[in-house]
């Protein structure tokens, strides 16, 4: 009988225990004055003890000018040498050299699809406000571009880089879902 008072007050004890812990998942921790203020990093996190631990989301990549680039902090193998060949385009992703030398760049955050010209010395958006243009890829003159949900393409890109042709959508159904949803390009 002493064994069964003690095995139901230990069952009592681990529920109460588990109880409390639970409550204190769900229970807010900060009260609503302790709120950061919209728009800096911490605004908007869930208030449970799990998500206070969590580090605020790091902003959009900053550009760095090409003289404060660590260059000459890389390793390279014997014979081969390193260079900056543009820099000051925020978010670059994809890189693709056109038939007459133009270096197309995406950059899928910032929505928009560069050219680069000059042996680097002239940069310039050629389409902007894209849905992630994050693929491309350059064939017979023509730059194909992959946004999130479809493929699009402008003839002859380098010879209108400075009034370039409108965009022409040749695939539209590449799907909706957003993780990680970039799209690569490849002929």
């Known amino acids: 009988m002493t064994r069964c ?28 004055d302790d709120e950061p203020a919209p728009g800096t990093p911490l605004y908007g996190r869930p208030k449970q003890p799990g998500a206070m631990k969590l580090a605020p989301v790091a902003g959009p990549p900053l550009t760095t000018p090409a003289d404060k680039l660590p260059v000459a902090k ?11 060949y543009a820099s000051g385009i925020p978010n670059a992703r994809t890189l693709r050299m056109g038939d007459k030398g133009t270096l197309f760049v995406g950059n899928w955050q910032g929505n928009k699809v560069w050219a680069v010209t000059d042996g680097g010395k002239k940069k310039k958006v050629i389409y902007e406000g894209l849905d992630w243009p994050n693929g491309l890829a350059f064939k017979n003159g023509t730059l194909y ?5 479809r493929i699009s393409k402008a003839e002859g890109i380098e010879d209108h880089l400075d009034n370039p042709p409108k965009l022409v959508t040749i695939y539209d159904k590449l799907g909706q879902e957003r993780p990680h949803g970039w799209r690569y390009l490849a002929i």
């Not at 009592?12 to 009260?31: E, K, Q, R």
């Open 145 to 149: 571009i992959a946004e999130h949900t």
């Open 5 to 32: 008072w003690i095995a139901r007050g230990a069952m009592l004890l681990a529920c109460a225990a588990t109880a409390t812990m639970m409550a204190g998942v769900f229970t807010p921790v900060h009260a609503a």
């Open 74 to 84: 890389l390793n390279l193998p014997k014979g081969f040498k390193i260079s900056v």
